[in-house]
């Protein structure tokens, strides 16, 4: 029974309710009016008058009980007496008014009617027979003392049919209704589910998006634009001080839509963002939506292409280089050991055998980048492997140079290639030793290992003390073949990062406060790395 029941506890059954409480309550305050005026007399041809005025007010005063007392049922079986004893008491009343001529035999079908919104089934059949037996009993009782009754019985079985046909149709009305009902709830929970699935996406989007208004104030800005631009609220906010260079880019566009913006430099990052812009009429307002595509990562793997050909072409090239390449070195070394040879020209010799390494290294690295082995993470210990790389660097570290540790308590443990770990803070080091040794009489490195409180990931710290990196080359500082130093080559630094983004870690640049260089190497978690 409950199956077929209406939903007792939802909004629709509540209202269809006390609508039903509210019908029977103007029938009874109609029928104790038409009794309290004697009009009952006078319109009805009342086999019983003492029974209909007093089943008249027993209609009422149960019927205020009833509100009063059943005003949120949650069983179908209350809905179910409350409709049986409504049908009894009317055909009570059919029965007191001297049978279908009073017309309450149509009241009897509106009750049906409606109990059948709230039934389903044979329950809500079991109330129209319950009105149709009552009124034929009630009719046949009737003729017994009133003769006159019997041409009734034609009638009383129309509205027996009439019964069953209302509850019938009311039925098949409903279930219709319920069907259309709950397909809209269906359709209104995917929507709702599509939209939450839009904002999910918008905001996991590596794009950053943002929606501004005629006054620049951002309406919409999801989490890419956010990371992208380093700010954690933008919503609500004028984007001019917090952003002018993309403000400078969305004029531009607007005085002439078919040039492509120029890319820009996010301010707290190193990230080169790509701007697009895009006109949205909602009606009388125009907004603009900006997409924003970070393009360094584009700009690295081009970069990677050019020096992974140039790897082959260095390759194809290394021996018919290396071989005149060494026979110069060999005989500027013979040459130096002359006993002939004066000072100025042992000076010279030396020139071409300084100037030979270097070609030899220049080589030797960028057939590093072509040939690069693939990276074999192993589960390190970094406090651990730490220790021992620093006890490793001062056995041969020079006098003047100084490498402090600091590690944390505990044990803090990632996923890296040991081997390409050692190139990358190898370099790292002796880069810091060389600076702090510009500044200072005693170089030191300082190595710190923490985990970051935000992300839980662990980091590596290099320090020095030396002079520092200005920002205009910061910009530079991991480009190929990019240094400021007449011996260097330029490509430690762009190995260095390549390695530990083969590791899935990152390496970056921070000002060291206080003065000198920080090399911050953040790793990766120490699950397996796919």
Request: aromatic share 6%.
């Amino acid at each position: 029974m409950g199956a077929e029941a209406h939903s007792l506890t939802g909004a629709q059954g509540r209202r269809i309710l006390r609508i039903y409480h509210l019908y029977r309550l103007i029938i009874g305050i109609t029928l104790a009016l038409l009794v309290a005026s004697n009009l009952d007399e006078e319109l009805l041809d009342l086999a019983n008058a003492q029974l209909f005025q007093q089943g008249s007010w027993l209609y009422l005063i149960l019927n205020v009980l009833v509100i009063g007392l059943m005003r949120d049922p949650r069983r179908l079986a209350q809905i179910f007496v409350l409709a049986l004893v409504d049908v009894t008491l009317l055909s009570g009343l059919f029965y007191a008014a001297g049978g279908t001529p009073s017309g309450i035999g149509n009241l009897l079908i509106v009750a049906v009617a409606i109990a059948n919104i709230l039934l389903r089934g044979r329950v809500g059949l079991l109330i129209a027979a319950a009105a149709a037996i009552g009124m034929i009993y009630l009719t046949f009782y009737l003729s017994l003392s009133r003769p006159a009754a019997a041409a009734q019985y034609v009638q009383v079985g129309a509205l027996g049919a009439l019964c069953f046909a209302a509850a019938l149709f009311i039925q098949a009305l409903t279930r219709r209704l319920q069907v259309s009902e709950s397909l809209a709830e269906q359709r209104a929970a995917d929507v709702a589910n599509l939209e939450a699935l839009n904002a999910l996406i918008l905001q996991r989007m590596r794009t950053g998006i943002l929606v501004l208004d005629e006054q620049h104030r951002v309406l919409l800005a999801n989490e890419g634009a956010r990371h992208l631009l380093g700010h954690d609220n933008l919503t609500g906010k004028i984007l001019d001080p917090h952003c002018p260079e993309l403000i400078k880019r969305l004029q531009q566009w607007l005085h002439n839509p078919s040039l492509r913006p120029a890319s820009l430099k996010a301010a707290t990052n190193d990230r080169v963002l790509q701007p697009s812009f895009i006109t949205l009429q909602r009606g009388e307002h125009q907004h603009t939506l900006v997409f924003l595509d970070d393009i360094s990562q584009i700009a690295q793997q081009a970069q990677q292409l050019k020096l992974a050909s140039l790897g082959r072409l260095t390759a194809g090239i290394a021996h018919e280089i290396r071989n005149p390449l060494g026979a110069i070195s060999h005989a500027a070394q013979l040459l130096q050991e002359s006993e002939e040879l004066h000072g100025p020209d042992q000076r010279l010799a030396q020139i071409i055998q300084d100037h030979s390494r270097r070609m030899n290294l220049v080589i030797e690295n960028v057939l590093q980048l072509s040939r690069r082995r693939q990276a074999e993470p192993q589960l390190l210990d970094l406090k651990y492997w730490l220790h021992r790389f620093a006890s490793e660097f001062r056995s041969t570290a020079a006098h003047d140079q100084t490498l402090h540790l600091d590690t944390p308590a505990g044990s803090i443990q990632t996923r890296m290639d040991p081997h390409q770990l050692d190139q990358v803070l190898s370099n790292l080091v002796e880069n810091g030793m060389r600076y702090s040794a510009q500044k200072n009489r005693q170089a030191q490195v300082w190595l710190k290992l923490y985990r970051d409180t935000e992300s839980d990931l662990p980091v590596l710290e290099i320090l020095d003390d030396g002079p520092g990196i200005s920002t205009e080359l910061q910009q530079h500082l991991f480009e190929p073949f990019y240094t400021t130093e007449n011996k260097g080559t330029g490509l430690g630094l762009y190995i260095s990062r390549e390695l530990c983004e083969s590791n899935q870690a990152r390496l970056d640049y921070k000002l060291r406060e206080g003065g000198g260089s920080c090399f911050r190497i953040t790793f990766a978690h120490s699950r397996k790395l796919s």
